[in-house]
């Protein structure tokens, strides 16, 4: 036991280090501002017995950079462009660059990470995003745990505000907890995305509290639970080791009133606004370019796998496969009912098939998603000639018949 505390004392004495060296950064409204808004995504999955989210420094950069470059443009891009970064980019390419690095369950490119703006007034950022069914589903999706919010000014065509951007997401391994303690309750976190292929906890079962200090509060291990009473004796923070009885996980909440992400809250935040922040900007709004789309065919006498195998969505829609004897398949006439994303963003191993309806069609263990479109026996051309592979009239690859598989790179 002596051994744990230590441990949890260690844990907590690096967090106090990081937030000591991170409100040395600049002071501002805005940052009140984005701590409105995580405090009201809070409140809202609490109401619905969601997991609270956490401040994630890494999607706090990914949300301030993406709102500074919005608020840079002279004209702001409508509906879903407004997520695009400045090289056409979606909210989960830019979270795989280096200069994020947000990582997977296992598979490249699997990772649980959504993206809400808004321009405007903050009450309006809400009530539009309780209105908006795809809004409204990333904002209270049980798997995140996570959020990075920012709130960066806006006066321009009319519109007096803010821009307001809420990065959620979700690590493997990283479950927060967040205390209330003018209604001494402890609101837990759990695992609860089913897709993971690397060692993460699953369901936890039991988990351990300690104070600030790293001094057990429980008598050994206790059920989880989502919600439980803070011990008396806490301090000014809690601990929680969580276990699903192979792995562990610790987590730290603060009891001090300024640092409690709930509505109640807010006069407790202005009063130590001197320790509210924003992320620094990034010195450049041109951050690592991602790998070009990486393509894989898979072919045998019972059908072909067209598969993304890099973590850049492909857009595969203007790709024609030409056989050698005339025969030809345009993805972009393939089905893709059953894949996550599309033709145009196809994501990593999600898998389009063209092949005959039979038992003896083998699928690619890589495949996460596929989605089927069946042939006859006399389309399959790739089993008597070779294959180029062409987008547009430009040639990609040239897949050999015998070889069974193809390689190649989206430009």
């Not at 003018?182 to 509290?209: I, K, P």
């Not at 006859?376 to 070779?386: K, N, S």
Request: some cysteine.
């Amino acid at each position: 036991m002596r051994r744990i505390g230590l441990f949890v004392a260690l844990w907590i004495t690096l967090a106090i280090f990081v937030i000591g060296a991170a409100s040395a950064q600049k002071t501002t409204n805005d940052a009140l501002e984005a701590r409105w808004i995580h405090a009201q995504l809070n409140d809202w999955r609490l109401g619905r017995e969601l997991g609270p989210l956490a401040t994630s420094e890494t999607l706090s950069r990914m949300a301030y950079d993406q709102a500074s470059y919005l608020a840079s443009l002279n004209n702001l891009p409508g509906t879903a462009a407004i997520h695009n970064g400045q090289t056409g980019e979606g909210p989960r390419v830019r979270a795989l660059w280096p200069d994020y690095a947000w990582p997977d369950y296992g598979f490249p490119g699997q990772i649980l990470l959504s993206e809400i703006t808004w321009v405007g007034d903050r009450q309006d950022a809400l009530d539009f995003w309780h209105e908006s069914r795809v809004h409204r589903e990333s904002a209270t999706n049980p798997w995140y745990r996570e959020v990075g919010v920012a709130a960066v000014p806006y006066r321009r065509n009319g519109i007096d505000g803010h821009i307001y951007v809420a990065v959620l997401g979700a690590r493997p391994n990283v479950l927060p907890v967040l205390a209330d303690p003018r209604q001494n309750t402890l609101y837990l976190t759990n695992e609860s995305y089913r897709g993971a292929r690397n060692q993460t906890l699953r369901d936890v079962q039991q988990v351990r509290l300690f104070d600030g200090d790293g001094r057990p509060l429980t008598n050994g291990w206790i059920p989880w639970a989502a919600e439980m009473p803070i011990p008396a004796g806490a301090g000014s923070g809690i601990s929680v080791l969580y276990s699903d009885g192979e792995r562990q996980s610790l987590a730290t909440a603060s009891l001090n009133e300024g640092d409690i992400l709930l509505p109640a809250y807010e006069d407790a935040w202005r009063v130590r606004s001197t320790t509210l922040i924003m992320p620094t900007a990034a010195p450049t709004l041109t951050p690592t370019p991602p790998p070009p789309p990486h393509i894989r065919l898979v072919y045998d006498r019972y059908g072909l796998t067209l598969m993304n195998t890099s973590p850049t969505p492909a857009d595969v829609r203007r790709l024609r496969l030409v056989g050698s004897n005339g025969g030809e398949v345009r993805v972009g006439d393939l089905t893709a009912g059953f894949v996550r994303g599309s033709l145009r963003a196809l994501p990593a191993y999600s898998c389009l098939v063209y092949g005959l309806n039979s038992a003896r069609r083998n699928l690619p263990d890589e495949c996460r998603y596929s989605s089927v479109t069946f042939a006859q026996p006399r389309d399959l051309f790739w089993t008597q000639g070779d294959v180029t592979v062409y987008r547009d009239d430009m040639a990609l690859a040239t897949c050999l018949r015998d070889d069974g598989t193809c390689e190649f790179d989206l430009p």
